[in-house]
Each structure stands twice: as structure tokens, then as C-alpha cells.
């Protein structure tokens, strides 16, 4: 399991980075949409 989880991180280091932003500009996104009716 280990040995697939690095094959696996091995393969995709490249897009790693793109994939983290993605994750992030998802995670604002839904901050915001949570927050929105309370400043409105």
C-alpha cells in the first residue's frame, strides 16, 4: 500500500502543485459561500 501511495506521488509530481491550488481555491470558495448570508 505504502509502495502504491509513492508510485502514485512519483507519477503526479508534476500537477502536484497545480492540484494543491485547486484544492485551496476550493476550499476560499466555500469559506466565503458560508459567509456570505451573514454579510449580506
Known amino acids: ?3 502504491q501511495v509513492k508510485a502514485a ?3 503526479s509530481s508534476d500537477t502536484m502543485l ?3 491550488a485547486g484544492v485551496l481555491a ?3 470558495t466555500l469559506v466565503v ?3 456570505l448570508p451573514s454579510l449580506i
Open 1 to 3: 500500500m505504502i509502495q
Open 9 to 11: 506521488y512519483h507519477r
Open 18 to 20: 497545480q492540484d494543491v
Open 26 to 28: 476550493l476550499v476560499v
Open 33 to 35: 459561500g458560508l459567509h
